[in-house]
């Protein structure tokens, strides 16, 4: 079957940095996203990664290697806005994006 | 606006009642997907649309679950008999493109359905 683990939940201190891992099982592979969700709202897009290495967007940068099925969302200089839940998906062969359970983030001053 | 709109965005309905749910995607757009989320789970795939074909519907649970999107734009996904089970939030996205590398998904804010 088609399986993406990431942790329920992780806790970090304002300003620090933290790095959320996900590990993926899928049929095919497509494409690996990370999306943000604020409580009660829509998610919305971090970041994509379909060739291996590192991709950087200001304060948030996305790894992947396809051979370990494994990928990881960095955040620097953490901020108080920054607490969400963090998505990662996999668009497998067929197109279809496999979501994570997502990953709860608690910022702390 | 410019975003995807959602309505209602709550909806309380008594076990056994019909719903429909509405999504207006950002004009242009040619793909529509419905999602359903429950608290503190990801999404789960229910249906996708390019234009107006319903190129997928794999992921809905039952029967009594149906989308349709006429004109290719607004899409309405109706639940008929509701079960308490049912109770979710149903999340609609659209992406400019069709089939294929999705890139990004454009998401609406969900209409949370609650079955008494």
């Known amino acids: 079957g088609q399986n993406i683990d990431q942790p329920t939940e992780m806790t970090a201190t304002e300003g620090a940095i933290v790095q959320i891992n996900c590990t993926y099982q899928t049929s095919g592979f497509n494409g690996l996203f990370w999306y943000q969700q604020h409580a009660g709202e829509a998610p919305t897009f971090l970041s994509y990664n379909v060739l291996d290495g590192l991709e950087e967007k200001g304060r948030f940068s996305s790894f992947l290697s396809r051979s370990k099925g494994y990928s990881y969302l960095l955040l620097k200089e953490l901020q108080m806005k920054d607490s969400a839940s963090y998505l990662c998906?996999?668009?497998?062969?067929?197109?279809?994006?496999?979501w994570g359970a997502g990953t709860k983030l608690i910022i702390k001053p | 606006g410019a975003g995807v709109s959602q309505s209602p965005r709550y909806k309380v309905a008594k076990r056994g009642q019909d719903v429909a749910l509405r999504c207006d995607p950002i004009?242009?757009?040619?793909?529509l997907f419905w999602y359903q989320q429950a608290l503190g789970q990801g999404p789960e795939f229910l249906t996708y649309?390019?234009?107006?074909?319903?190129?997928?519907k794999s992921g809905l649970p039952s029967d009594r679950f149906f989308a349709e999107r006429p004109e290719g734009s607004v899409s309405t996904l109706k639940i008929q008999r509701t079960q308490q089970e049912d109770s979710a939030v149903y999340l609609c996205a659209s992406s400019p493109g069709g089939l294929g590398p999705t890139g990004e998904l454009f998401f609406g804010e969900g209409s949370r359905l609650t079955v008494l």
């Open positions: 998906a996999v668009e497998d062969s067929n197109y279809q994006l496999i």
């Open positions: 649309f390019q234009n107006e074909a319903q190129l997928d």
């Open positions: 004009s242009g757009h040619v793909s």
